[in-house]
């Protein structure tokens, strides 16, 4: 398959994946804008069933996200085949990705049950986020040779162009 094709089948993945995010983030704000479910508590009054709800959809956000990640690997092979490995690369960036928006979507619904350990909260984001920026940094490390020879290649592209004399015209003897 060729890069075009490549990129047209990432820009669906791309489109399929803010569709149903879209969808998961306005269900999840409906929900949220219920006057009923924000005074209802879910297994202690420090959860409103809004904000369970609103964590499950964030949480179902992040399946897709990671999803997403996963279904693109290929295509990010094929396109940035100068890169050996480059799906694990874009792997590993879709997860740091989806740990940001984590570490906010659930705060509201984990913080009232972990008074005074937030910090435990946000070292476990810190570890995790640092995991899989050490793996895709190590990933572009491991390929900075052939990085390298793909960018002084397209460097050297225009200066060979210009060393190379014009044809002379067709037809003139």
């Known amino acids: 398959m060729g890069k075009k094709e490549l990129l047209w089948e990432l820009a669906a993945k791309a489109v399929k994946t803010l569709v149903a ?61 100068f890169m050996p490995d480059a799906g694990k690369f874009w792997r590993s960036v879709m997860k740091i990705l989806a740990l940001l928006f984590s570490y906010y979507a659930f705060q509201e619904a984990v913080f009232p049950f972990i008074e005074d350990y937030e910090w435990a909260y946000q070292a476990l984001f810190l570890g995790f986020t640092l995991f899989f920026l050490v793996r895709a940094g190590l990933q572009a490390y491991a390929s900075s040779e052939a990085i390298s020879r793909f960018l002084v290649g397209i460097l050297r592209q225009p200066a060979a162009a210009a060393k190379t004399p014009p044809e002379p015209p067709a037809g003139n003897s």
């Not at 369970?52 to 997403?68: K, P, Q, Y």
């Open 21 to 81: 995010l879209f969808t998961l983030f306005a269900m999840g704000y409906f929900v949220e804008s219920l006057p009923y479910a924000r005074s209802l508590p879910f297994l202690s009054y420090k959860l409103p069933v809004s904000v369970f709800l609103n964590a499950v959809v964030s949480l179902l956000a992040v399946v897709v996200f990671i999803r997403f990640g996963i279904e693109a690997s290929p295509a990010a092979d094929g396109i940035m085949d």
